[in-house]
């Protein structure tokens, strides 16, 4: 813990900038960590970098507890079969690109400013990472609340509840991801990049219980279609979280992941003509 009570008359005034600065902090009443924190700004001409990193972090949790609820209400719009709550999911994609846009004018700023090395740029370069996943997670859910809206006026699907099983799976990697931003905890993070792999064996899963339901009931094609691209969204944000897990691991640590991230399961082939799945869905175009 930074004093500067006690420093003789002399110190207070032909001392370090910084020290000078906090001195007449504490003579205005201020306590001491109040009065370092504007010393910082005093000396320096602005904020101090720790400032503006709680800041940025700040931020960077707002955007990821907004997409986490979005992530959860596009969901339960599919499963409660809730229009206008799907609806609503789309309509709120915007707030988080907007706070993305913030967080990179915000990381500039730190950048620009005060020339971070080591464990501050480590921060920095981890909140643009992670907000460009997070902007991404956005993007699906709200793809998925697409989705929803069609399916949600056709005839209902067996095969639903196991994509309702697979996006409840992906939003509790999700929030273990976020969780473990915000604890620095990388235990908690490669967790979730082990994680990956039960999300693309359900994935692969839920793919052929939907294609059982299109090849026994043929006015089930168009649902069954729009829910396919609904599990394509949900596990690329699988993929997301597992993004963020490895920058987690680079933020706390410096590293990268010791390991390879496993290969996800080959999909199956529905026409029987050497084209897997996963392939045939992105021929046949779909969410960005």
């Known amino acids: 813990m930074f004093s500067f009570g006690y420093l003789p008359a002399a110190s207070r005034t032909a001392g370090p900038p910084t020290a000078v600065a906090g ?33 940025l972090t700040d931020r960077l949790a707002a955007m990821g507890g907004l997409a986490e609820t979005q992530l959860a209400s596009a969901i339960e719009a599919l499963a409660n079969r809730d229009t206008e709550g799907a609806e609503r999911v789309v ?4 707030a988080i690109d907007a706070i ?11 950048l620009t400013l005060h020339a971070p090395v080591a464990a501050d740029l480590r921060e920095i370069v981890a909140a643009l990472k992670i907000s460009a996943n997070i902007e ?23 095969a639903s509840g196991g ?9 509790q990697y999700v929030q273990k991801a976020f969780d473990a931003y915000a604890e620095r905890n990388v235990a908690k993070a490669e967790a979730v990049w082990r994680g990956d792999a039960d999300i693309d064996a359900l994935h692969t899963s839920v793919f052929q219980d939907l294609l059982s339901d299109m090849l026994m009931e043929s006015d089930q094609v168009i649902a069954c279609t729009h829910l396919m691209f609904a599990i394509k969204n949900l596990e690329r944000i699988g993929d997301h979280a597992t993004n ?34 996963d392939k045939l869905m992105n021929r046949l175009g779909g969410d960005p």
């Open 23 to 55: 001195a007449r902090a504490m003579r205005r009443g201020l306590d001491v960590p109040t009065a370092f924190a504007r010393a910082c700004e005093e000396a320096h001409g602005g904020r101090s970098i720790a400032v503006d990193l709680a800041a």
């Open 244 to 277: 963020i897990a490895e920058t987690i691991q680079f933020l706390v640590m410096g590293t990268t992941m010791a390991e390879r991230r496993p290969k996800r399961a080959a999909m199956p082939d529905p026409g029987g003509r050497g084209i897997p799945a």
């Open 100 to 110: 993305e846009t913030e967080i990179n004018a915000r990381a500039m700023r730190l």
């Open 136 to 158: 991404r997670i956005g993007d699906y859910a709200a793809n998925v609340a697409k989705r929803s809206v069609i399916v949600n006026g056709l005839p209902p699907v067996a």
């Open 163 to 171: 994509v309702i099983e697979l996006g409840r799976l992906v939003r």
């Open 91 to 94: 309509a709120g994609d915007e």
